[in-house]
Nanobody
């Protein structure tokens, strides 16, 4: 089992920035992929960005150069810049173990962009 603890959500005005962090604990194996997804009301969960243990990153189309992702061995950070109202959603940390084909999710953290 892998446990994920998220931090850093909140409210921000349009054009502002937020940083989300996630720490993993438990049975951590290599290789793995850690990242962030988000889900807005009435919409499906979608990829924001992820990064594997080798540092290879993958971004969803929504990012458009505004977000960056970085990680250590057991944590991942999402830096979000130039936020707009469409970024309002619950953001979920994700841990993917491709060997065991197991997916783990954090409880989610709310990000609200509003003036």
């Amino acid at each position: 089992q892998v446990q994920l603890v998220e931090s850093g959500g909140g409210s921000v005005q349009p054009g502002g920035s937020l940083r989300l962090s996630c720490a993993a604990s438990g049975k951590i194996f290599v290789p793995n992929i850690m990242g962030w997804y988000r889900q807005a009301p009435g919409k499906e969960r979608e990829l924001v960005a992820d990064v594997d243990n080798g540092g290879v990153t993958n971004f969803g189309n929504i990012v458009k150069g505004r977000f960056t992702i970085s990680r250590g061995n057991v944590n991942v950070t999402l830096q979000m810049n130039r936020l707009n109202a469409e970024d309002t959603a619950v953001y979920y940390c994700n841990y993917w173990d491709p060997t065991a084909r197991r997916n783990y999710w954090g409880p989610g953290t709310q990000v609200t962009v509003s003036s």
